[in-house]
């Protein structure tokens, strides 16, 4: 069995600028990803672990911290875009590996750097239930949502009233349907996805994986100040 580790962190961010080697309780945002990255691969053998960017400072500051990653891809003009898709982004990375490693992958793990708040054993977990579902193509990490579209969403209906999103008569949110927010942490593909041309990671065959902690990923400027604030002052109740 052997899994490859796609991280990838383009240059540009326009929410954040800088975001992927922003300082964060006095590390990179990376540095997070990888450090899970490597330790996740160590544990369990057959990993290799890739970086995915198209800018030069961030491969250099990779290199910096002196991780077995592997950072001599470079990341295509047209997968670097604001429209590009990170599902094609992540199967260019996994077509790069296997030529150059001569390697064939069961299992694709993409880390996704803005959202590092994961842990290995979230990881092996994930995995171990990918792993015993034969149908399964996928897995993804999740966390409880605040809202649920059954009781406290609404949208707009074709005579311009309002409703909410899901029909149901629930009287309290408790009693709704559960709900999941994705939290982008992670995403976990067996080989067969980008075999069959899948582009998007909700499928008719994918499972989710409930973070049993906090996690959230940064998309705007506050989203940093907060996790900062938390990794700083020892607000985390768990270990990255």
């Avoid at 069995?1 to 240059?11: K, Q």
């Avoid at 990255?37 to 990779?62: C, M, P, R, W, Y």
């Avoid at 041309?197 to 990923?217: M, N, Q, R």
């Amino acid at each position: 069995m052997n899994i490859l580790i796609t991280i990838c962190a383009r240059g540009g961010s326009k929410g954040i600028p800088g975001k992927n080697i922003k300082l964060l309780n006095g590390k990179p945002l990376i540095y997070f990803s990888l450090s899970t990255a490597t330790k996740f691969a160590e544990l369990i053998g057959n990993v290799d672990v890739v970086l995915s960017t198209d800018d030069q400072e961030i491969k250099t500051a990779v290199e910096s911290f002196g991780f077995n990653i592997d950072t001599g891809y470079l990341r295509p003009e047209f997968l670097a875009s604001d429209t590009a898709g990170k599902i094609d982004a992540i199967h260019d990375v996994f077509k790069y590996a296997a030529q150059k490693n001569n390697q064939q992958y069961d299992y694709v793990i993409d880390l996704d750097v803005t959202s590092p708040l994961r842990t290995v054993s979230d990881l092996q977990q994930a995995f171990e239930a990918l792993k015993c579902n034969e149908k399964a193509y996928n897995i993804f990490s999740v966390s409880p949502a605040n809202r649920n579209p059954y009781f406290n969403m609404v949208e707009e209906q074709a005579d311009g009233f309002f409703s909410t999103c899901k029909k149901g008569a629930f009287l309290t949110r408790q009693s709704a349907p559960k709900v999941y927010d994705m939290n982008a942490s992670f995403y976990i593909y067996k080989a067969k996805f980008f075999s069959e041309g899948l582009k998007t990671a909700i499928t008719e065959w994918s499972l989710v994986y409930e973070v049993p902690h906090l996690c959230f990923d940064l998309d705007h400027p506050i989203d940093f100040v907060m996790m900062a604030f938390l990794m700083e002052n020892g607000h985390l109740d768990f270990e990255l």
